[in-house]
Each structure stands twice: as C-alpha cells, then as structure tokens.
C-alpha cells in the first residue's frame, strides 16, 4: 500500500507503516517514533539523535540467525499492551576487574530483576552427575541467552527435539547427558536458583528479548490451521493475544505503559561504575486530519525502553495506532509534533 503521508515537527526519528488490516479488517497506520540518549556519569540523559527504526530483528550473530538470540527486536509489530524493558550488555566490574562472578543488579522503575555472571567453567563428571567446574577469572561476560541454562537438539532431530522452551538457544539441555563432558556451562544464571547439577531445570536467565518462538510469545500467537488459512488468513487468528508482540522476557514487561520519570539504576554493567537516571519524560500529539480539516488525536504509547548500559545509552520508542478511512483521499496526512511538559 502508498505509504502514510506525515507532517513532523520533531528532531525524533520518526516512520509510519503503510496502512494494513486490523484484526477486524479495518484500516490502520502504525506511527513510530523513536529517539536515542546517552548517560553520563553524572546521570544526566542527553539526546543524541539519529535512533534507528528496524523492521526486522538484528541477532547477536548475524551470520546464524536460527541458532542466535535477538540482539535488537523489530520496532515493526501493530501494537504492545504495556511496555517491554530491554537491556543489551556485558557484566562487568568497575574497570573492567577481573573476577569469577560478577553479580548485576538492574531496576527500572517497578522492575527489579538480579543475575549471576560467571567466568568460563565445563560440565565434568562427579558421583554420578554432571556438575561445573569453577569458573575462571574474566574481565566481562556477554549478558545473551546463548550463555543461559537452555537448549534445543531440534537441528537434529525436529520431529521430537529435547529443548528447554524458554530458552532454545541455552546451555545444558541435552539428550544425552554424556555429550556434557568437558562443554562449556552456563554463564548467566538467577543468584536465587543456581545450578547444581545437570538435572537442575531453572528458569533461564537474561534481559534481552526473547524469540517469537519461545516459551511465552509463542503461546500468544493464535491458532495457525486450515481453518484460519481459508477463513481469515492474512488476519490474525480470532485467539491472537497481542502479548505477542512483547519481546522482553515477561519478568521485564511493565504492569501499565511507563510514562518518563521511573528510576533506573544498573550495577555492574559499565566499566564507569553503576548506571543511573531517570527515563525521560516527553510528550508527543500525533492526529490524523482529514479533507475537511478534521483533526483527531492518536496519543502514542512509549511501548519499548532499551537500555545498553556498557555503552551507556538508551532508545525509547513510543507509538499509535491509528485507524484509516477506507475511501482513498479522506485524509490528508498524520500530524506528529513534540508536546511542551506542563
């Protein structure tokens, strides 16, 4: 379809889908913006401009896509219900110290979530287990989930693979527990329930987004039959639940769309010590006029937070939904501009 006319009046990044169907068939328009911060020191947020909008997820490992875990999620899903809380990074101490376990600690707003990073250890046998080593010293650990408790033999066997659902792309989920012998072990864990051994089964352990194929998103995805392809197809399924289209890990969602102003502080995440500020507070009209100079507001929802604190930056992404006539030439453009805060 012609792409969304728009009239913007904002240094934000901002995009518009072309218009496509609603769950009942109705027109609308996705508007997207979208503006990029780093942190100082002093926790002072500055904009730095030049956000990027991605229409497709970005992997940890381009080169692997089916076996890698979501770095960036897509910006481009209809609508999220409240607000995913990303955060994209390494653990590390102040300075980049050395250690054998470097604890993080991340609180954003009503979000308060702790993980465990440790340094390289291996699966060795011990009274009948399969139990880790002690880790080695290391200066930082990747937080991915590639290095939490996790798996999938699916590549080789996909008619009955042995995976963790959570978390298909983990460590430690094997069919046969002798394939463990000398193998890296996890590296990323939840200081409440550590491994002890190979028969341990925790929830696995991250804060990046999680895969549209994983343990919960998938359940959210509706019924995909031969009913849903004859009947509605390209609609969503009629049990589609739009928790979907949340990518964080449902531990990172907001129970209400954040508004700006929450706290966020993270620790051992930067070599500079711990990260923190407040989310910024902004505001945006973004309305819809027609041929008769009609104006109606869509208020956009600020429905995904990134952080990246070992760089010290932060996206903030806010959107609307906002419905289109069907006759072609109703309107004449989507107005966006920034709001004064009262």
Same mark, same amino acid.
């Given at each position: 379809?012609?792409?969304?006319?728009?009239?913007?009046?904002t240094?934000?990044?901002?995009?518009?889908?072309?218009a496509?169907?609603?769950?009942?068939?109705?027109l609308?328009?996705?508007?997207?913006?979208k503006?990029?911060?780093?942190?100082?020191?002093?926790?002072?947020?500055?904009?730095?401009?030049?956000?990027?909008?991605?229409?497709s997820?970005?992997w940890?490992? $381009?080169?692997?896509?089916?076996?890698?875990?979501?770095k960036?999620?897509?910006?481009?899903v209809?609508?999220?219900?409240s607000?995913?809380v990303?955060?994209?990074?390494?653990?590390?101490l102040?300075?980049?110290?050395?250690?054998?376990r470097i604890?993080?600690?991340?609180?954003?707003g009503?979000?308060?979530?702790?993980?465990a990073?440790?340094?390289p250890?291996?699966?060795?046998r011990?009274?009948?287990?399969y139990?880790?080593?002690?880790?080695a010293?290391?200066?930082s650990?990747?937080?991915m989930?590639?290095g939490?408790w996790?798996?999938?033999?699916?590549?080789t066997?996909?008619?009955?693979?042995?995976?963790?659902p959570?978390?298909?792309?983990?460590r430690?989920?094997v069919?046969?527990?002798?394939?463990?012998?000398?193998?890296?072990?996890?590296?990323?864990?939840?200081p409440s329930?550590l491994?002890?051994?190979h028969?341990?089964?925790?929830a696995?352990?991250?804060?990046?987004a999680?895969?549209?194929?994983?343990? $919960?998103?998938r359940?959210?995805?509706g019924?995909?039959?031969?009913?849903?392809?004859?009947?509605?197809?390209p609609?969503?399924?009629?049990?589609?639940?739009?928790r979907?289209?949340?990518?964080?890990?449902?531990?990172?969602i907001?129970?209400?769309?954040m508004?700006g102003?929450?706290?966020?502080?993270i620790?051992n995440m930067?070599?500079?010590?711990p990260?923190?500020?407040r989310v910024?507070k902004?505001?945006?009209?973004?309305g819809?006029?027609?041929?008769?100079?009609?104006?109606?507001e869509f208020?956009?929802?600020l429905?995904t937070?990134?952080?990246?604190?070992?760089?010290?930056?932060?996206?903030m992404?806010?959107?609307?939904?906002?419905?289109?006539p069907?006759r072609?030439?109703?309107?004449?453009?989507?107005?966006?501009h920034?709001?004064e805060?009262?």
């Amino acid at each position: 379809m012609d792409p969304i006319a728009l009239s913007c009046a904002t240094s934000a990044t901002v995009e518009a889908t072309p218009a496509y169907h609603d769950r009942d068939g109705s027109l609308i328009g996705i508007v997207l913006i979208k503006e990029k911060f780093s942190v100082d020191r002093a926790g002072r947020v500055l904009r730095i401009g030049e956000a990027v909008i991605r229409g497709s997820d970005e992997w940890f490992d $381009p080169s692997a896509p089916a076996t890698s875990s979501i770095k960036y999620p897509s910006d481009v899903v209809q609508s999220k219900p409240s607000t995913d809380v990303l955060v994209v990074g390494e653990a590390m101490l102040p300075y980049r110290q050395p250690a054998k376990r470097i604890d993080v600690e991340v609180r954003v707003g009503s979000i308060h979530k702790r993980l465990a990073a440790f340094g390289p250890r291996a699966w060795f046998r011990s009274s009948g287990t399969y139990k880790l080593s002690d880790p080695a010293e290391t200066e930082s650990v990747g937080v991915m989930w590639e290095g939490a408790w996790g798996g999938s033999d699916y590549e080789t066997d996909p008619e009955a693979p042995v995976e963790e659902p959570r978390n298909p792309n983990g460590r430690g989920v094997v069919r046969d527990e002798t394939a463990l012998e000398g193998t890296l072990g996890p590296s990323i864990e939840d200081p409440s329930d550590l491994i002890r051994n190979h028969r341990s089964t925790p929830a696995p352990a991250g804060l990046t987004a999680i895969g549209r194929h994983w343990v $919960p998103r998938r359940t959210y995805g509706g019924t995909i039959d031969d009913d849903w392809m004859t009947e509605r197809m390209p609609l969503p399924p009629l049990d589609f639940d739009p928790r979907f289209n949340q990518a964080a890990p449902p531990d990172q969602i907001t129970s209400e769309p954040m508004k700006g102003g929450e706290p966020v502080e993270i620790v051992n995440m930067s070599e500079l010590g711990p990260v923190r500020f407040r989310v910024p507070k902004l505001r945006f009209f973004v309305g819809l006029e027609t041929r008769l100079g009609v104006m109606t507001e869509f208020p956009p929802q600020l429905d995904t937070l990134l952080i990246e604190p070992t760089a010290r930056t932060l996206d903030m992404t806010w959107r609307s939904v906002v419905p289109l006539p069907r006759r072609a030439g109703a309107y004449r453009h989507v107005q966006i501009h920034e709001k004064e805060l009262i």
